[in-house]
């Protein structure tokens, strides 16, 4: 394989995880819709993108494995490849997170409604906008762009807490509430993964970029 | 480096991810003595024990990366390898959920004790030996052993469903403890991540022995 064909396979290779990032992006913006709707039909659509993805992912790597195999990379070609092996994990297990999500909507939709001030869809689209902002700072090889991301999760973090605090004090004033507040209360924890995630991919993004390992240094 | 160099390579790689899971499993266990002795103070072990297990997961991706930049693998290593860079991160993610149940029981203690009828150390003995089985899979290369960890997968799956419907009828019957009963709940989900991560590692070592993708057919 000469290196053209084999700089080719990288970018290749890079594309097809920005669309693996596009799958799991849609799939915790779905699991939300649902949420919104208390519709257990748009999860449908959850569950049967979750191959999808799995597919995707089998492939990405699959095609990171030959480029390994087929052609000594070098050093910066070798952690490019294993920053997309690790980042293609992170993305398959937002797709989990998003399956999650929608198990719970689906149990919710069973329930009588209840009156919970928690704002989901918010948490929904920061999370997604931290995936999406670490992939961003992937492909353009940006670690200022990755070190958002990391601040991003503190916010994160502390919307969790605030959900947590305040379900709680619900299910204990209101009892009848209980099953529904934890379902919402997991769907929190839910997304709160996907940011878990979006850090991960960034915390790859710097230790690639960097050649340092940002992993545990830079939080 | 010559073959017999490499290949010794690849059995210190080995011998380092065996400590890796030993360091997992030992904080996982530490997690579960605090959460028994409603002890905060045994919880100091798991998080000071958590900077060990990343600085293990450091050490074993830069030894990964030193050996496929050394030499050109054969597929077969080359597998293997990319089996070690994987396994290595779900091991750093046990480790992570131990620290979140050694969070959880840090506020257990401060809460008034409350008779929940929970059996966290069998659940944290059963996630544990998955954790060892996946490893030992691993080690002695055998795909049966992984099939048995799918399997155990399915059983933690049911004690982490029978616990979050056991607590939440007790935060419906009685919410003064609904506290303590969402931090047991957390802590069951916890443990059901381990039994998560072990069952990755279980796919990545039949990935690995059959050179097929078990991950999403198996189960």
């Known amino acids: 394989m000469t290196r053209s064909r084999f700089q080719h396979g990288l970018d290749e290779l890079k594309e097809k995880l920005l669309r693996m990032g596009g799958l799991a992006e849609q799939a915790v913006q779905r699991g939300t819709d649902a949420y919104q709707a208390r519709d257990p039909k ?57 399956v999650n999500v929608a198990e719970r909507v689906v149990c919710l939709a069973e329930l009588p409604a209840s009156e919970l001030a928690v704002d989901i869809p918010l948490m ?3 999370v997604n906008a931290m995936v999406r902002k670490a992939l961003d700072a992937f492909i353009s090889g940006r670690p200022d762009l990755a070190e958002q991301v990391l601040g991003m999760d503190d916010t994160v973090d502390d919307m969790n807490r605030d959900t947590f605090e305040y ?4 299910m204990r004033q209101d009892p009848s509430v209980t099953r529904q507040a934890l379902n919402v209360l997991l769907i929190s924890r839910n997304l709160e993964r996907v940011a878990d995630h979006a850090t991960n991919i960034a915390e790859d993004v710097i230790f690639w970029i960097r050649g340092a390992d940002g992993r545990h240094l830079v939080r």
Chains 1, 2 share one sequence.
């Open 42 to 98: 748009l999860c449908q659509a959850v569950f049967a993108g979750e191959a999808a993805i799995n597919t995707a992912q089998r492939e990405i790597d699959d095609m990171a494995l030959d480029l390994l195999a087929m052609q000594q990379p070098m050093a910066v070609d070798l952690r490019f490849i294993l920053a997309v092996i690790k980042i293609n994990a992170d993305l398959e297990r937002v797709g989990d997170q998003a």
């Open 124 to 126: 929904a689209s920061t």
């Open 167 to 170: 379900l709680t004090e619900q």
